[in-house]
Structure formats: C-alpha cells, structure tokens
C-alpha cells in the first residue's frame, strides 16, 4: 500500500478582530498586521500545499467567527479552495462552535473540491487514479452548543477495511480545555478503530496519541498574548508497515504575529538604567528566537525578582514610560511591540508574618495559601473558576494555569502589603 500524505489545519479564525489589542497599544501599524494575520496564515497555508503536494487537505473547525459572519472571511476561503482545486487537492472541511453550519453564507458558490461535512458522521473517499486510498471520516455542529459526544458516533468502515481512515474533528479530549465542546474521552476515539484524528479547538499543537495517531494542529495565528509562540498547521505521512497504519509528523508555521511572555529578572537591580538595560537585552533576545516567519511579535513583558525599584515599577506611569523607550529601540525583524508590562518583583525584605495587624493576616493568609494545596484549588476553582468558564468571559480570559494563578496571588500579596504599609 502506497504512503499517504495529508495537511490538519484548524482553529483558522478567519478575519478574528483582536478587539482592544491594536487600541491598547496605540500602534496603527501593528492593527494592520493583527487584521490581515489570519489571512496571511491561510495564504501561507495554501502556498505549504502548492509545495508539499499532499494527497488531501484537512481543517477541524472553527474557520471564521460566527459572531462576525464576515463575508470577507468566507470569501477568503473559498478564494483558497479553488486555489488548492487547481491543485487537484481535495479539502475537507468540517465545521465547530465558532462556525457552526448555520453561520455559513449560502450565497457562496464552493468548488468541487471542498467536502462539508453535516451534522451527522459521514465518510468520504480519497481516490487517487481510480482507487479508494483512504476514507475521511467527520462530523459539524449544526449548532454553537454542543454538548453530545461526538467522538463516540464514529467506526470503522469494514469495507475499507485495508484502507487508511481518518476521523475530523472539532472537540474537547478529557484533560485539554477547560471549554467543553463535545466533550470526549481518548479512549473513545481510540474504541472507534480509526487509524488517525486530526482534532480542531485547542489552540496548542499536541499529540495525544502515536497508534492511534490523534492530534491538535494548534490555531494557524494565535489570538492573544495567552496563546504565545509559533502556530501552524501538520503535515501527516502514514505508513502501513504490514500490519498498522503509523503516522510520522512535521509541524509547519504559519503566523505572522507571534505572541509572547517574556520575564524579566530584576533581582538586586537598584537603578532604572540598569532594569532598562536588561529589559533590552532579554526583548531583542525574545526577538531573535522567534519563529520562522514571524513578522511582529507582540510581548507582555513581566518583571521579576526582589529590587529595591519594586515600588517604583508598579507605577503605570513609570511602566508606559519604560515601554515607550524600549519600544523605539526595537528595529529591524520582526517587529517587536509591547502589548504590557506585568510588575511581578518583590521589596527587597521579607515582610513579618508575625504581626498582630491587618497587615500580618494578609500575610500568613498568602502563606497559608502556597503551603495548602487542596485550599489554593479551592479558591482557584471557586470564584476565579467561574470568572474564567463564564459563556462570555470565556471568549476573552484563558484559564490560568498553575504558575499564573501563583503569580496573581503573589501579586495581591505585594499589592495589599503595600497599601497597607503606606497606611502606617
């Protein structure tokens, strides 16, 4: 049996509006970059396809923004698909909760090489010089809310038996997001005896599993500073090696705007030159690692460590300042912008958990905190859960990982202290 060769990409987002980013940094040209992102992603995914020339194409979900419905975004990718039928490269195409199939215009003539999958698991065949090659198994959501077990609705097709079978979908793996979308399990998808899943909705790229090979492409553009580093899209290889089918991957990336955390150790420095001077040196390193194809990389940069500038740097005057100057010593590519600064250091000396004040309960709460783990998940799940899953938060606030939620703790710890020290 011949070698099979296929491209997942998912999460394109078509025509995603960054809202708040282009005005909170007050970069008109980083606006247009952000705009055309996406798009340029998509271009760069086809021209992978023009060069790779791989024997189908498949996207899990999530295209564009239903919230848009933005012709522009539709029409791109139809643009897109008539390139990559020139091609002779068949696109299958199946829909998740950003597009269900509702959200798509009707008044949009497809070529004949895009394969829509409906609401209910089809397969279709991959045919190379009149022989069946492989069968691509996949399902959309007719609506944005999606809660069945889609994973579960998929088998094999024992009439191909000998063929390569491949299962699209647009889903939430146990473990992967806190978002559930047809929430499944891997050992689901497993029961179903497919060789492969190319899985849309976590913006991440993972590989869940070898044999079976389940995968996330990952977004082909992240979305915001909580998605950092390159995005893009597989380009899949299976072999049959006599008695499985085993899958052998590359990762390809596509983004033009590459996001970043980048810190910053401010340990001991006791003048700004200094912090400048550092702030500098780890910005143009950022810079320089970042990935190919990278135009504009758009950093939040956190301050760490114990310094006597601590105070000082929690100013948000003294931080736009900061940002500002480091902003016109970056040349050269990519573009380096500064979304935000995030004060994360500490005063130099250790504050007493002793006291018998407001201050000292503050104090020994925080620690209280860092030393019970049950007790910190608890209030992590509690409130801070419900911010982070709400319907509509959710499209803008990524839950926080463990690190995060440490730092957000450490950060209200400094932040009490200080206001109340001020009080003495």
Known sequence: ??????????????????????????????????????????????????????????????????????????????????????????????????????????????????????????????????????????????????????????????????????????????????????????????????????????????????RPFVAYSGSIQGLHVNEPGPRGCLAVTARHDGVEWVCGHVFHPLAPVQWEEVDCDLEHVESLDEAEARLAEVLNTAAAEAGM????LVARVVLRGRTGLDGLLRQKTVQEDLSGRLQSLARGRPCLWIKDMCCRTRAPRERDLRRDDILGEVLRLAAALRADPERFDRLAGGALGQLYTHKRAARFLSVPSESELLSLLQEAETLCGDALEQDE
């Open 1 to 210: 049996m011949r070698d099979l060769r296929y491209i997942h990409a998912a999460d394109l987002h078509l025509d995603a509006p960054f809202l708040g980013v282009s005005r909170s940094l007050q970069a008109p040209r980083l606006a247009g970059q952000l705009r055309k992102a996406s798009f340029t992603a998509l271009e760069r995914l086809c021209d992978l396809c023009e060069k790779e020339k791989p024997d189908f194409l498949v996207v899990a979900g999530d295209v564009y923004n239903q919230e848009t419905r933005s012709i522009r975004a539709q029409l791109a990718l139809r643009d897109a698909c008539e390139r990559l039928g020139l091609l002779s490269i068949p696109v299958f195409l199946a829909h998740g909760n950003h597009d269900p199939l509702t959200s798509r215009l009707t008044a949009v003539a497809w070529p004949e090489n895009v394969i829509f999958f409906g609401p209910e698991v089809s397969a279709r065949a991959v045919e190379i010089e009149g022989e069946t090659v492989a069968l691509v198994h996949g399902i959309s959501y007719e609506k944005t809310e999606e809660s069945r077990n889609l994973g579960r609705l998929f088998a094999r097709d024992a009439t191909f038996e000998k063929c390569f079978q491949l299962g699209v979908l647009h889903a939430t793996v146990e473990g992967q997001s806190a978002l559930r979308y047809a929430p499944c399990t891997l050992a689901d998808l497993k029961e179903s005896g497919l060789d492969a899943w190319a899985l849309g909705h976590v913006h991440k790229h993972v590989v869940l599993s070898q």
């Open 293 to 296: 194809g990278c135009e504009a």
